[in-house]
């Protein structure tokens, strides 16, 4: 028997038949394409909003001696993750309703330390010109029932390629350490199979919640103190100071 050695030939069948499954096969080429070219998109202004973030905890530290962000995160959706929730929403899977529908593809978790270091981060980044605010939720003032506390920012941010520039939406969330703390272990719990008594957990979380709420406070009210409590500082103590800020690192 003569040896097959023709790829289209695993199909079988006659021309039409086998012109027709290639189409098909070159249109799903063509959307997998699409698909990654839109997450590499979605990466990059991942990239571009964690660079603003680290000037500005640079700047902070150059001006005040101190770093308002503990630590960035940053996380791409998983594809699963993008087709469940377009599912859910009862939505045709292709790019252009991803990037229309979805504001959370690309996201950014930042960590601060303190309260009030959430607000002025987030109002310093979205003062930049080339920063659009789509949307903000306040779950800091106005918690969330189960006491899930963080401040979130849809944005949208330009991402200069070598012949163009596209406007890519991103969510980022900012939280202090505690908060962070709270809703990892909230996370964890939350997704566990088999809970007994769930309304006594979620009694429990809350109260955990209240708890770190009220930390967070004190710990700010104890820098507040301590900041106000500092003398006024002599002329060689400025000096030392002003020389100290050398010893930032810039653009490393």
Not at 46 to 61: G, H
Not at 172 to 201: C, G, V
Not at 221 to 237: A, C, F, G, V
Not at 240 to 251: A, M
Request: one cysteine or more.
């Amino acid at each position: 028997m003569e040896e097959k050695n023709n790829a289209l030939d695993i199909f079988g069948g006659n021309d039409g038949m086998k012109q027709t499954i290639m189409a098909h096969a070159n249109e799903l080429l063509d959307t997998m394409l699409d698909f990654k070219e839109l997450m590499f998109y979605y990466s990059s202004a991942i990239r571009e909003i964690r660079t603003k973030l680290e000037i500005l905890d640079t700047e902070f530290e150059l001006k005040y001696q101190r770093n308002p962000i503990s630590s960035i995160q940053t996380r791409l959706k998983s594809t699963m993750s993008i087709m469940e929730k377009m599912n859910r929403k009862g939505l045709e899977i292709n790019t252009e309703n991803i990037e229309q529908n979805l504001n959370d593809i690309a996201g950014v978790r930042v960590i601060c330390t303190y309260v009030d270091d959430i607000y002025s981060i987030a109002e310093a980044l979205i003062r930049q010109n080339d920063i659009e605010l789509i949307e903000k939720k306040d779950y800091i003032s106005n918690p969330k029932p189960n006491g899930y506390r963080s401040l979130h920012l849809i944005v949208s941010v330009p991402v200069y390629f070598a012949q163009s520039t596209r406007r890519v939406k991103a969510e980022i969330q900012i939280r202090t350490i505690a908060m962070d703390f709270w809703a990892s272990l909230e996370h964890q719990i939350k997704y566990k199979k088999q809970i007994n008594d769930p309304d006594n957990i979620a009694d429990q979380l809350k109260k955990c919640a209240d708890i770190i709420t009220y930390t967070d406070i004190l710990m700010q009210n104890i820098r507040q103190q301590i900041d106000d409590e500092q003398p006024e500082k002599s002329d060689l103590d400025k000096i030392y100071d002003k020389l100290k800020k050398f010893d930032v690192p810039i653009g490393e």
